[in-house]
């Protein structure tokens, strides 16, 4: 069974830090590669992160020098450190990952190349 499952989201004001987490069940994990997806009200879903098996990582110029992705292979977690947030970081934040495997030069961050989906956490930046 393929699970993901992030938690870490919360309310926080312009400036602060959070760290979302995902846990993901092994068969998911193996699924590289894992990104971080958002959503605010009223817009589409975003790539936001991605990370590739060997460590190549992919962020959206919105987010560049503000969020690092990393993971931690024991625990099958995927992270999202996040810091300077600002108003626009608002949103869902969904974990995902791949069913097979990547072979572009960095891990994609369009919403079609990704194949499970978490439930989401939210995150609320207010000024």
């Known amino acids: 069974q393929v699970t993901l499952v992030e938690s870490g989201g919360d309310s926080v004001q312009v400036g602060g830090s959070l760290r979302l987490s995902c846990a993901a069940s092994?068969?998911?994990?193996?699924?590289?590669?894992l990104a971080w997806f958002r959503q605010a009200p009223g817009k589409r879903r975003e790539g936001v992160a991605a990370?590739?098996?060997?460590?190549?990582?992919n962020y959206a110029d919105s987010v560049k020098g503000r969020f690092t992705i990393s993971k931690d292979d024991a625990k099958f977690t995927l992270y999202l450190q996040m810091n300077n947030l600002k108003t626009e970081d608002t949103g869902m934040y969904y974990c995902?990952?791949?069913?097979?495997?990547?072979?572009?030069?960095?891990?994609?961050?369009?919403?079609?190349?990704?194949?499970?989906w978490g439930q989401g956490t939210q995150v609320t930046v207010s000024s």
């Open positions: 995902a990952a791949r069913r097979r495997l990547w072979t572009g030069y960095l891990p994609p961050l369009a919403q079609s190349e990704y194949h499970w």
């Open positions: 092994p068969y998911a994990y193996r699924s590289y590669p």
């Open positions: 990370i590739d098996h060997d460590g190549p990582t």
